[in-house]
């Protein structure tokens, strides 16, 4: 029975692909701070699993993650833990962005690093660093931070694929890049989405079957494929301004 992991498992796109991985056969060992919520969870699925209490905003939460997995094989490993911020730079709380960037960013750099050196000594393995749509544009004036953290994501997932496949490595790297997602990121990030949602079952199916494909950016919607294809051809002062006139929409 081959094994996933997944981080920021307790709810949303985290939740959905545990339930997806379960249906196809996956052990998994889920992570997150709501310890309870993983318990629900566990109880709902039909595979043998694993749950870790982690906060990933701490750095020793990571490495020791790291340590406690480092005698397990992990066939896929889906990097999903982060969440938002919105509002005018000036006006954010301090405290909370950098939180978020400790996650997003700091978080999903070292448990990147370190699953991928594992999968690369065993010989295989598949890596999915949630990004998102926000990732692959210039910039989102009103969650500015957030964007910045996302491009993160996706700059570094793209270069490292490079990598690998210059050195013939077995293991593969996606990035999962969606547009607004119906779950529990808009009340933590304090805004209400302007535009309607994906389902989060619809975004982890399409996540799983660009996987399946081996794609390297998986964009889940027709629309968003649209938008962001639109953003290359788009003047970025022009761009910029569409982008920060959707993002004041989400601050209700």
Not at 189 to 203: H, N, W, Y
């Amino acid at each position: 029975m081959k094994t996933a992991l997944i981080t920021g498992a307790t709810s949303g796109i985290g939740r959905e692909f545990a339930r997806q991985l379960a249906e196809r056969g996956y052990s998994l060992i889920l992570t997150g701070r709501r310890v309870e919520r993983l318990e629900e969870l566990k109880e709902e699925l039909q595979v043998p699993v694993e749950i870790i209490e982690a906060d990933l905003n701490k750095k020793k939460a990571c490495f020791a993650l790291l340590k406690k997995l480092e005698n397990t094989q992990i066939d896929v490993f889906i990097n999903n833990a982060g969440f938002g911020v919105a509002g005018s730079f000036l006006d954010t709380d301090m405290d909370k962005e950098v939180s978020m960037i400790k996650v997003n960013d700091v978080a999903m750099h070292i448990l990147f690093k370190g699953m991928l050196q594992k999968m690369h000594q065993a010989g295989t393995g598949h890596i999915l660093n949630v990004g998102s749509s926000a990732g692959l544009l210039p910039g989102g004036p009103y969650m500015a931070g957030y964007y910045a953290s996302k491009a993160y994501v996706v700059s570094l997932t793209r270069g490292v694929a490079v990598e690998l496949k210059e050195k013939g490595s077995p293991v593969k790297v996606s990035v999962l890049c969606p547009g607004p997602v119906d779950t529990e990121f808009n009340d933590t990030a304090d805004v209400v989405f302007s535009l309607k949602g994906i389902s989060p079952e619809f975004c982890v199916a399409e996540a799983l079957k660009g996987m399946d494909r081996n794609k390297l950016i998986i964009v889940p919607s027709f629309r968003m494929k649209l938008a962001t294809t639109f953003s290359h051809l788009a003047p970025y002062p022009i761009l910029l301004k569409l982008t920060g006139r959707q993002q004041k929409k989400k601050l209700g």
